[in-house]
């Protein structure tokens, strides 16, 4: 019998391109069918054929606490008696504001948007309006969204412009955008050295999750940190992914650095549409209506989805919340690494806070370069062992995973036991 998710996957690809609606959930990389998910509640979804699986993507990331957590369902629940938008004011956006600007002591003052491409790609119009500059620097592997700026790809050779990495991207707006290696300071110097002057902005993911995992050298943020501030640029900490995942004050708070401009979603919506830019007061005053830089944004600070992210940043703050996350995370990347050398499979994992990276390299990567060795082909065997024992991992290598709160120590040992009999059959 055809299963259900096949039937839906099939009846999808007919008025929807690719029968999903953003690229990676097709499962492309992996092969196979896409899960259809009916339902999620604490660490676990249960798909369109009843399959229940231990859940390590989270939506990619919102959902810290897990799936249905009860007290951001019944914010949402309260919130929409109220009414769904007002397109004015509201008092939620204002606790919000003032909760981001408090967890994060860089923030002087910020902006809610809905997404986290909004967000990168406001931030950034701010710093080329505030510098009056318009080269952006970013890095390979890094992910920001997906506006024009942003998918570009290093052209060849050392410190030429960029090229677009998407079609539809004019190569005169990629031309304004050069891509540098990660966690490497001397490329990074020889780009000022070369560039300062039209240099408007860096943009980083302090901690890399959309390349799996890499996590960034302490000397390659204090570089990012005093070329910015030697040079006027704006440093932008993209932290969609890391703000209040990797720790109670996001990278910046673990590694010490204090960004210009931070650029938040994900955890800050707990699983609805939320984003935010913030950072220095002088920056942030050149946004209308207070300057020049335009943004807007119809459903921006949207009363239900400001009620899901205030629910969630709450919990968080629960004494022991980030000290247990890790914990749990440690055991499951401790408990596969010690699965697979047990089986001899080459194979890394580490964590920071409450995501994590898997590597079917013996080494933990710390480039993209290093990144791009990790074996292919082992880790679709890995992602196919693991979803049909019912635990689900990003349906592609390259991608951070993520535990939430509600991941209980059992479990992950499940998840453990599963990856040792895969292994086993290696
Ligand atoms: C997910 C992500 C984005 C984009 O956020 P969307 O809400 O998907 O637009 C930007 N930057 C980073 C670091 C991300 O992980």
Redesign the pocket.
């Known amino acids: 019998m055809i299963s259900r998710n096949q039937q839906l996957f099939e009846r999808a690809q007919k008025h929807i391109p690719g029968g999903v609606n953003?690229p990676v959930r097709a499962f492309r990389s992996v092969g196979g069918t896409p899960r259809f998910f009916v339902a999620g509640s604490g660490a676990h979804v249960t798909d369109a054929d009843g399959r229940r699986y231990v859940d390590y993507v989270g939506s990619?990331?919102p959902l810290i606490l897990g799936h249905a957590h009860p007290a951001v369902i019944a914010a949402v629940q309260e919130a929409t008696l109220k009414g769904l938008s007002f397109g004015a004011p509201t008092e939620s956006e204002v606790d919000m504001a003032d909760l981001l600007c408090e967890l994060l002591p860089s923030l002087e003052m910020v902006r809610l948007v809905?997404?986290?491409?909004?967000?990168?790609m406001s931030a950034i119009r701010l710093a080329r309006g505030y510098t009056g500059r318009d080269l952006l620097i970013k890095f390979e592997g890094?992910?920001?969204?997906?506006s024009d700026s942003l998918l570009v790809k290093a052209g060849s050779g050392l410190l030429t412009l960029g090229n677009p990495s998407s079609a539809g991207v004019p190569a005169d707006l990629a031309q304004h955008t050069m891509v540098l290696d990660y966690n490497d300071s001397a490329g990074l110097a020889a780009a000022f050295a070369e560039h300062a002057a039209q240099i408007a902005a860096v943009i980083v993911?302090p901690v890399?999750?959309?390349m799996n995992l890499v996590t960034p050298r302490l000397q390659f943020l204090q570089a990012l940190r005093e070329l910015c501030t030697r040079h006027g640029a704006v440093l932008i900490f993209?932290?969609?992914?890391?703000g209040f995942r990797v720790g109670p004050r996001g990278a910046q708070g673990l590694y010490g650095i204090t960004p210009d401009l931070t650029?938040l979603?994900?955890v800050i919506g707990g699983g609805m549409?939320v984003?935010a830019f913030g950072g220095r007061a002088e920056i942030m005053g050149k946004i209308a209506p207070l300057g020049p830089v335009y943004q807007a944004g119809t459903l921006s600070g949207n009363p239900v989805a400001v009620a899901a992210g205030l629910a969630t940043l709450r919990q968080l703050r629960a004494a022991g919340f980030y000290e247990e996350l890790a914990q749990r995370t440690r055991q499951l990347t401790d408990g596969l690494q010690a699965a697979a050398h047990r089986n001899g499979v080459p194979f890394s994992a580490q964590a920071v806070g409450g995501m994590f990276g898997l590597y079917f390299r013996s080494e933990c990567p710390q480039s993209y370069a290093e990144v791009m060795s990790c074996d292919l082909q082992a880790f679709n065997r890995f992602f196919h062992g693991m979803l049909d024992a019912g635990h689900y991992f990003a349906p592609a290598a390259f991608e951070a995973g993520f535990v939430s709160a509600a991941h209980a120590e059992a479990d992950i040992a499940a998840t453990v036991a599963a990856a040792e009999a895969v292994f086993k059959a290696w």
């Open positions: 953003s990619w990331g809905s997404s986290g491409t909004e967000a990168t890094c992910y920001h969204g997906h993911e890399a999750g959309n993209d932290e969609v992914m890391t650029t979603g994900k549409p984003g």
